[in-house]
């Protein structure tokens, strides 16, 4: 089976910093995108950052400039640096992956593979 375990997140100030990580584990063939997104209350998910295998990085338009996402694909791991925190970036972040792995010998492919989600909270 296939597990995108997130680590990071919890309580930060109006302009801090905060650092989240996800690492795949599993019978890992490829993957092809690497990321996060976020949920609000009360609001839809949204991309917050993602990185391909090749080094593209993508970012959601408010967080531009103030996070940054890494790669280590060796580590199957992604890290997200988030800078100038502000209240508003308060959600449950979630990994997103797209990939493919073995199931039973087969090679699997699937989009939008997803983590449990971690708390980040900025107070004002």
């Known amino acids: 089976q296939v597990q995108l375990q997130e680590s990071g997140g919890g309580l930060v100030r109006a302009g801090g910093s905060l650092g989240v990580s996800c690492t795949v584990s599993g019978s890992i063939l490829s993957i092809t995108s690497l990321g996060w997104y976020r949920e609000a209350p009360g609001k839809q998910r949204e991309l917050v950052a993602s990185?391909?295998?090749?080094?593209?990085?993508n970012y959601g338009d408010s967080v531009k400039g103030r996070f940054t996402i890494s790669r280590d694909n060796a580590k199957n791991t992604v890290y997200l640096q988030m800078n100038s925190l502000k209240p508003e970036d308060t959600a449950v972040y979630f990994c997103?992956?797209?990939?493919?792995?073995?199931?039973?010998?087969?090679?699997?492919?699937?989009?939008?593979?997803w983590g449990q989600g971690t708390q980040v909270t900025v107070s004002s």
């Open positions: 990185a391909t295998s090749g080094g593209i990085t």
């Open positions: 997103n992956a797209d990939l493919c792995y073995f199931e039973y010998g087969t090679p699997v492919c699937m989009k939008d593979y």
